[in-house]
């Protein structure tokens, strides 16, 4: 847990909140697909997903770990995403939930984090967004030496990618696909090849992943699932600190 925790400086969590907004999806060592911004999408919505990570040891024992994320988008850009984790053990010896969440708010540029067990927020005030200018560069350059070697010729993985059509997954329609990627033999040290399948399903109106599964020999079996999904405004509540918290104010690029 300490190492959990460590993860969650304010330097790490600025990056993951930025990639929120760049819609990117963010995963971590834990299975948690926990963060990511809509990919040209504009209309709202509210969801809850489940993320399982079920790993299998050589002697059959079975590692699984479980967290689940609540996110939504409204219709001003603001993004907001909250982690569910439970720790083994808790003050009175019995589990405890931690929570943490990343709110983006594009108009107002800022990223917020609270965490459930320290009951502080940290406001991050980012720059307003610079025009580029165009930049004139001359029609010849001076070449620089160029030294040829031969390249280094190494298997790639075989990959292969199958459309799996449509469904409905939590009352929306999705578009599936499915890829088999297959590692040769030696390529990681494996005495035989390696078969990784992942089973990828979409909604075709808002494109945001709904279903992802993935079975890897090496990691064992990934399993990401939208349980719930509303449409329309989420509740303006959730890109509010929680009261009784408190408020750490930060500045981009400024030292602390």
């Not at 943490?100 to 107002?108: K, L, M, N, R």
């Not at 009784?244 to 500045?251: C, D, F, P, S």
Request: proline share 10%; aromatic share 8%.
């Amino acid at each position: 847990m300490r190492f959990f925790r460590s993860l969650c400086t304010p330097a790490v969590l600025l990056l993951a909140a930025s990639a929120v907004l760049s819609g990117q999806v963010v995963g971590s060592s834990f299975g948690a697909v926990a963060y990511f911004g809509p990919q040209g999408n504009k209309a709202p919505f509210t969801l809850t997903r489940t993320t399982t990570t079920v790993q299998t040891l050589a002697d059959g024992t079975t590692l699984t770990h479980t967290s689940t994320t609540k996110q939504a988008y409204d219709s001003q850009g603001r993004s907001y995403a909250e982690t569910r984790q439970m720790e083994p053990v808790g003050p009175d010896s019995q589990p405890d939930e931690w929570v943490h969440a990343f709110i983006t708010d594009p108009v107002t540029h800022t990223h917020i984090t609270w965490d459930s067990r320290t009951k502080i927020a940290n406001v991050t005030h980012m720059p307003e967004p610079q025009i580029m200018h165009p930049v004139t560069v001359p029609e010849q350059l001076p070449r620089a030496a160029v030294v040829h070697q031969p390249p280094v010729v190494r298997p790639h993985p075989q990959m292969t990618r199958e459309d799996l059509g449509f469904r409905t997954i939590a009352g929306i329609q999705a578009t599936g696909s499915r890829t088999t990627q297959i590692i040769p033999t030696g390529e990681q040290g494996n005495d035989r090849p390696l078969t990784i399948a992942t089973e990828d399903w979409r909604a075709t109106e808002y494109g945001i992943p709904l279903l992802t599964i993935r079975d890897d020999p090496r990691t064992g079996r990934f399993t990401d699932e939208v349980s719930e999904f509303q449409p329309g405004e989420p509740d303006p509540a959730l890109f509010q600190i929680p009261e009784g918290y408190t408020v750490k104010e930060h500045t981009a690029g400024q030292p602390e």
